[in-house]
């Protein structure tokens, strides 16, 4: 037995307290990870089989994408998380590879003028490699005609053509001519003809040319009148005559214009229908090249020398582009967005900067001399998503949300079906592009990745993100440690080994790749599927074996890469264990204390994360505020760490409020603490040192407790349990081992420690000591040896507590009766019992 004084009421005798059990403690054993050497059945991963492309332990997600690729419907994309590392995207490019069984190639698209509104170009859809095949027939064809078409309009039947046509017009010109020589003698007037097809008449009077106006005014009235009528009656017939001529003229010009048509036509014909022949299937291409016969036969000027600028050269001027930016001949070219030509089987395309010209494409638009923007359907360039049509496109959704417009603009894409290409300039929100090609549509799989979090975002904010990314393939960091997970694994490390011309690993090296695997997912019987996170241990592993000129890597390179990670990133960890060696950070490892003991918190810093013991002490007195958390006040706590202290009230009341009144007022504390707090993993360490100066019993400081606890009682797992344990062990190293310091924790964590080989080591020798614990009995019972047992138990720690919130409620009550009867006359005074009423478990 165990005596104690207790303080909490006044009393002779000396209680007798009941010794707790002794308390269950961890083998070395238990703190690791269930993984030997015979459970490899090879001597080095030369003797494995390389895995290949081949992903392991993530069988639901590649069902979500297998999935998604047979499903060719509209929303049947692809969402892919929890995949880490550099070659995530190459990762899933070959998943998808891997599982394409024969799928053809996709098709060809070729942007080509509309002759009939050039400001909107077609777009036409071609079989694989056609649309470059579709491109060298149209260069060929105006090569051909720019040779052969001035040669035909100097043919020596061509010029026969055309003298006829003269000497037509020429005999027709005549007959005007002696037609109005006639008409001029019959009115008694002269007629000349200049050089410049000019006609002068000149009247006659006896015989005699009135040439000057004085001659005419001296003639009589009556002649004057005649000769005024005739000048009229000529000019009549002047006028009648070059309207007939005009006729004749645009009647010759347009028997010259059939004539060379008719001569083009045997040039263009035979070379258009050579191109039909070959493209006859494709109704669209067809009814281009009708055009393009069309227009060049309504153009024939442009094959000339002489030429002057006409078609569409005239149409994009009056856009803004002279001849300067305007190539010769540019509406009879095909500009290729899509080519094929390459491909052997569907594309699949990552666009590693989904940016909107990267993703969408865009209208490329010149700057002329004069300074203005001009642009023409031969600048058109495809994005990512028009040359993957058909494939499989790969990005990465958080860059894409980062650019302007991206993400609106792939949900209309992809909702559409359609890629409306335009002009992208944010810097020029006003602009226009001077052309909107004609939309194109796809059936682009697009597979995008990203966070878990990005995911569930997207899904609560935006309505229409699960109608377009319907496939949700969710990659999982862990997978079981079985034996065919194991062989996988292996095969894998000869993977990389093979693939990176890295020193073979020795079975005991695969060992400690396994030990690290597990300590990554926080399981003993799991392994880590993040596999980008092994092949950099495997990297860094394979140099500390080169430097030490060894044929193979064994397990002590693999623990020394691990060791340099740890000290690497070590500085902050190791300064702390500096402030509590010199007494900058105040912590106890020696005599027991009432109201005080050691927790242990977790500080991440980026990749780093490590323990670090904290002193948490309480203070209780009489009072109704309950307990009062003081990073609260100072709100440096956050939300789930103020959770943890409401139900450390929620347990006293459960286990001694029933029919004791909690007349106390007590703070919590997690001292020299300078930062923000957050998680419950303290809370058992709080409830602890606040039973403990309840009860005035000291709590044994040599052991750092972390857990989080309900309001019955129950300890509950935590996270960081390893980096914890390891923090203490560290601190207690700079302080001295003195062979009874330890950990408490939650024994639902038994299952997540892995610890290193030091730590594994000091347990083996009884230098340092794991406590699991199920309950706070469990745990008072450790860092007191008392038994807790229960509020009627006498001689139990419970027992004590509860008798000290019996004589905290005598206290508080008797203090309310005396300020009453300081506070009332002595008339009025009323009576006061002759001994105060019992609580249970109250001292006799």
């Known amino acids: 037995m165990t005596t104690l004084a207790p303080e909490q009421a006044e009393q002779t005798e000396r209680i ?33 089989e390389p895995l290949g492309d081949e992903l392991i332990g993530q069988n639901r997600a590649m069902t979500a994408i297998q999935l998604g690729l047979g499903i060719r419907k509209e929303g049947y994309n692809i969402f892919v998380t929890g995949l880490t590392g550099s070659e995530r995207s ?72 055309k003298d006829n046509l003269s000497r037509k017009y020429q005999t027709e010109i005549q007959k005007h001519t002696a037609h109005l020589k006639t008409i001029a003698a019959e009115q008694n007037f002269d007629v000349s003809f200049g050089p410049g097809g000019g006609v002068t008449f000149v009247p006659l009077s006896g015989g005699a040319k009135m040439e000057d106006q004085e001659q005419l005014e001296k003639l009589p009235a009556r002649e004057q009148e005649r000769i005024r009528q005739g000048e009229e009656k000529l000019l009549d017939e002047v006028n009648r005559i070059m309207q007939e001529q005009h006729e004749i003229m645009d009647s010759i010009s347009e028997e010259i214009r059939q004539v060379e048509r008719r001569f083009a036509q045997n040039v263009i014909n035979p070379l258009i229908e ?70 052997q089987t569907t594309p699949i395309l990552i666009e590693e900067t989904p940016t909107y010209q990267n993703l969408f494409g865009e209208i490329e638009r010149s700057v002329d001399r004069r300074g203005r923007l001009s642009t023409n359907f031969s600048q058109i360039k495809a994005g990512s998503l028009l040359r993957a049509n058909g494939g499989y496109l790969i990005f990465n959704i958080e860059d894409a949300l980062t650019e302007p417009f991206v993400y609106k603009s792939l949900k209309r ?139 193979m890597v064994e397990d002590g390179h693999v623990r020394q890469a691990l060791n340099t990670r740890i000290y690497l990133g070590g500085r902050i960890a190791e300064k702390i264990r500096e402030l509590i060696e010199d007494g900058t950070i105040l912590l106890d490892m020696d005599e027991p204390r009432i109201g005080q003991i050691n927790g242990l918190a977790v500080i991440s810093l980026g990749d780093l994360v490590f323990g670090k013991p904290t002193r948490i002490t309480t203070s209780v007195g009489l009072g109704s505020e309950g307990v009062i958390n003081i990073e609260r006040e100072a709100k440096m706590s956050g939300s789930i760490h103020d959770k943890g202290i409401m139900i450390l009230g929620g347990y006293l009341r459960n286990q001694y409020g029933r029919h004791t009144p909690l007349a106390l007022t007590a703070s919590i504390c997690l001292e020299q603490s300078y930062s923000g707090v957050e998680g419950d993993s303290a809370s058992a360490a709080e409830l602890f040192a606040l039973i403990s100066n309840i009860a005035q019993v000291p709590l044994r400081q040599d052991i750092a407790v972390t857990g989080s ?136």
């Open 16 to 48: 007798e307290l009941i010794e707790a059990p002794r308390s269950k403690e961890l083998s070395a054993v238990q703190t690791d990870a269930a993984i030997s050497l015979d459970q490899i059945d090879f001597d080095d991963t030369r003797a494995l």
């Open 90 to 161: 190459e990762i899933i490019r070959r998943s998808i590879e891997k599982r394409l069984t024969g799928e053809p190639v996709p098709d060809d698209w070729v942007y080509v003028n509309n002759f009939d509104n050039p400001g909107e170009p077609w777009a036409i859809r071609l079989r694989p490699t056609e649309g470059r095949k579709l491109k060298k027939h149209m260069d060929r064809l105006l090569e051909r005609l720019i040779e052969n078409l001035p040669k035909a309009f100097r043919q020596q039947d061509f010029s026969h053509e």
């Open 274 to 343: 050579s191109i039909k022949h070959e493209f006859g299937h494709n109704q669209r291409v067809l009814d281009y090249l009708g055009k393009v016969a069309e227009h060049i036969l309504d153009n024939l000027s442009d094959f000339r020398e002489d030429r002057e600028r006409t078609g569409l050269q005239n149409v994009l001027a009056s856009m803004g582009m002279d001849e300067e930016t305007v190539p010769r001949f540019l509406e009879y070219q095909v500009n290729v967005i899509v080519d094929q030509s390459h491909n």
């Open 413 to 551: 894409t992809l909702k559409t079906g359609c890629v409306q290409l335009e002009t992208y300039n944010p810097w020029l929100p006003f602009s226009t592009s001077g052309i909107r090609p004609e939309p194109i549509p796809i059936t682009t799989k697009v597979v995008v990745i990203g966070s878990p979090l990005m995911y569930y975002l997207l899904c609560y904010y935006d309505e229409e993100f699960s109608s377009i990314f319907k496939v949700k393939a969710d990659f999982d960091q862990e997978m079981p440690d079985a034996p065919f997970e194991r062989k996988q694994y292996g095969r894998f490390i000869a993977d990389v080994v093979q693939r990176e011309k890295l020193l073979p690993f020795s079975r005991r090296a695969v060992v400690e790749i396994f030990r690290f695997s597990a300590r990554q997912v926080g399981k003993q019987d799991k392994l880590y599927s993040r596999l980008s996170e092994i092949t950099d241990l495997l990297r860094e592993a394979d140099y500390f074996a080169r430097t030490d000129t060894a044929s």
């Open 709 to 844: 606890v309900n309001q019955r009682g129950q300890v509950q797992a935590i996270g960081g349990v390893n980096e914890k344990i390891e923090g203490f062990y560290d601190t207690c190293k700079v302080l001295g081992l003195s062979g009874r310091q330890g950990v408490c924790i939650p024994a639902s964590n038994i299952q997540n420690l892995i610890l290193r080989d030091d730590v594994r080591a000091a347990i083996e020798q009884g230098r340092f000591h794991i406590y699991p614990i199920e309950t706070i009995d469990q745990g008072l019972e450790l860092l007191t040896g008392i038994k807790a047992g229960a509020v009627t138990e006498k001689g139990t720690l419970h027992w004590l507590a509860s008798n000290r919130f019996s004589q905290m409620a005598l206290d508080l009550k008797q203090m309310g009766v005396m300020s009453l009867q300081l506070a009332t006359p002595s008339s009025a005074q009323p009576q006061i019992p002759p001994s105060p009423p019992r609580y249970p478990g109250d001292q006799p």
